[in-house]
């Protein structure tokens, strides 16, 4: 079919991109039901306990090897809507539960596989529909018995979720250490969430996921803290520091610059090294203030002049710089730390606590972990392998 229409000037005007093709009625329904039979057949063999791992290779020859269906799904460029639609549907699953992805692929690919059976006998759509509505109602109204069919998980019984969260493991492909993985996973889990009433309230963006190649999966930690994928600004600071007073800033230690460009007339060398000195006086008084109030480490969102940099060395005081503002909030939340957004106004209480703070080699990098956290909420897993 065209893909222009002609309106009554006689100038056509183009709907679809060049080359697209329109297909309605029964036409368009066997095209979407073979497109998502050709996505389930793709999945299928990848679900269960025997289930293979798919090798894909994306258009830059980078390989991935992956069992899990949200993975191969988004590495696959699908372009039939039908198949699109189905990819949104595991997608949805992966945001919303984090497991069973291809299973619900491969039941809305089945489904759809019946359905075709049904329209060639002649059976009208809107009755299938009917008909899938109906099952969908029967299914929602049995779902609250099933509780009782199944024994209750005990939330305060660690080694039995760790059961659980090992048997979803089981499909990755890290299920050769799931157990080891498993149990790192819980341990994050209950650390970071929130207890009231016998409940736990568990916010994911507060357990943060570091990956970094090398070693073993048995290698992986989990860190009662953040790790950071930064290194201390300068050499002369130290690399080590135990019982951590921890400043926190959404704050530049540099001289900022003002908003209009703006010229300054000097007419000797004594000017200059006025300015100069008048200039380093503010960053010294910055440092004298985070030495007053106890501060021995201070991580900032922002930037950390030269020379800052010398004074807080000289002082030592250990100095972390351009850290993203969801790891700022993660150490804020992991440390009792206060975000201060003017080094002015810090006072003791605003700093967070830590047992080390420690510059580390991990893999070619270098690492900043803020650990033993006195009662983190806010934690890491850092993922080797």
């Known amino acids: 079919m065209s893909s222009q229409q002609q309106p009554r000037g006689g100038v056509p005007v183009a709907i679809l991109k060049e080359g697209s093709s329109r297909t309605t009625g029964s036409d368009a329904r066997r095209s979407n039901i ?29 390989v991935t090897i992956t069992g899990d269906g949200a993975t191969i799904l988004k590495e696959m460029e699908v372009q039939h809507p039908a198949a699109k639609l189905l990819v949104e549907v595991a997608k949805a699953q992966d945001a919303e539960v984090g497991d069973g992805t291809t299973t619900v692929v491969v039941l809305a690919g089945k489904l759809l596989e019946q359905a075709e059976m049904l329209l060639d006998e002649g059976i009208h759509p809107t009755i299938i529909i009917d008909g899938f509505k109906k099952a969908l109602d029967f299914i929602n109204s049995t779902i609250p018995d099933i509780p009782n069919l199944v024994s209750p998980v005990n939330l305060n019984n660690r080694d039995e979720v760790a059961k659980i969260v090992a048997n979803s493991l089981s499909s990755k492909v890290v299920s050769e250490a799931r157990d080891y993985l498993a149990k790192i996973t819980v341990d994050a889990s209950y650390t970071a969430a929130e207890q009231a009433n016998g409940k736990y309230s568990l916010d994911l963006d507060w357990v943060k996921v570091e990956k970094k190649k090398g070693q073993s999966l048995y290698e992986t930690q989990f ?11 300068h050499p002369g600071m130290p690399k080590r520091v135990v019982n951590a007073k921890i400043a926190v800033l959404d704050a530049p230690l540099e001289i900022e610059k003002p908003e209009w460009t703006t010229k300054i007339s000097v007419s000797s060398p004594q ?51 351009r850290v993203k503002r969801s790891d700022i909030e993660k150490l804020a939340k992991a440390t009792g730390a206060r975000i201060a957004t003017s ?7 605003d700093l967070g606590t830590a047992g080390l703070v420690e510059e580390r080699k991990v893999g070619e990098e270098k690492m900043v972990f803020v650990e033993q956290c006195p009662n983190p909420r806010a934690v890491t897993i850092l993922i080797r392998g």
Request: avoid cysteine.
């Open 34 to 62: 073979m497109a998502a039979k050709v996505i389930t057949e793709i999945l299928q063999t990848s679900l269960g306990p025997r289930g293979m791992d798919k090798l894909l290779i994306d258009a830059f020859g980078d």
């Open 223 to 233: 860190i009662q803290g953040i790790v950071l994928d930064k290194e201390v600004v």
């Open 271 to 321: 000017q200059i090294k006025a300015y100069l000195e008048e200039e380093a006086n503010i960053l010294k008084g910055y440092v004298d203030k985070l030495k007053e109030i106890g501060a021995n480490v201070v991580i900032t969102q922002k930037g950390i002049d030269e020379t800052a940099q010398h004074f807080l060395a000289k002082a030592g005081i250990m100095a972390v710089r």
């Open 343 to 349: 080094i002015k106004d810090l006072r003791p209480e």
